[in-house]
């Protein structure tokens, strides 16, 4: 288990700071790498309810420096029990990084 938590600590990765207060959710994707780059960051956000279907995209070329978590974006979103929603968020530098991290986990309700 300790060569597992070392390795997530050396690994480049996505992770998200998630707040929620009712029906509100504060989500933060956060990238840390291991290398600086200058990389291409893409927010998708895909929701389905009762009151139909949205879908927004950013995406931005951002200097990123290692070994410091970096907040890409806040997203705020009223989210009620019958919505499902997903967002992705991919970092690349073209080469031979490439992130990609969807939340809600695949194992939570989406």
């Not at 499902?84 to 939570?108: A, F, M, N, Y």
Request: glycine letters at 4%; a neutral charge.
């Amino acid at each position: 288990m300790n060569a597992l938590l070392l390795l997530a600590a050396l690994s480049s990765q996505i992770t998200f700071n998630t707040t929620q207060q009712g029906d509100m959710y504060t989500i933060i994707p956060e990238v840390t790498l291991t290398q600086s780059c200058l990389c291409r960051v893409q927010i998708l956000s895909l929701r389905e309810g009762s009151s139909g279907q949205s879908q927004t995209k950013q995406e931005k070329t951002l200097s990123l420096p290692a070994n410091q978590p970096i907040a890409l974006t806040k997203l705020s979103l009223n989210i009620s029990p019958d919505d499902r929603v997903k967002i992705v968020v991919t970092v690349s530098d073209g080469q031979s990084l490439h992130l990609l991290q969807q939340w809600p986990p695949s194992s939570e309700k989406s």
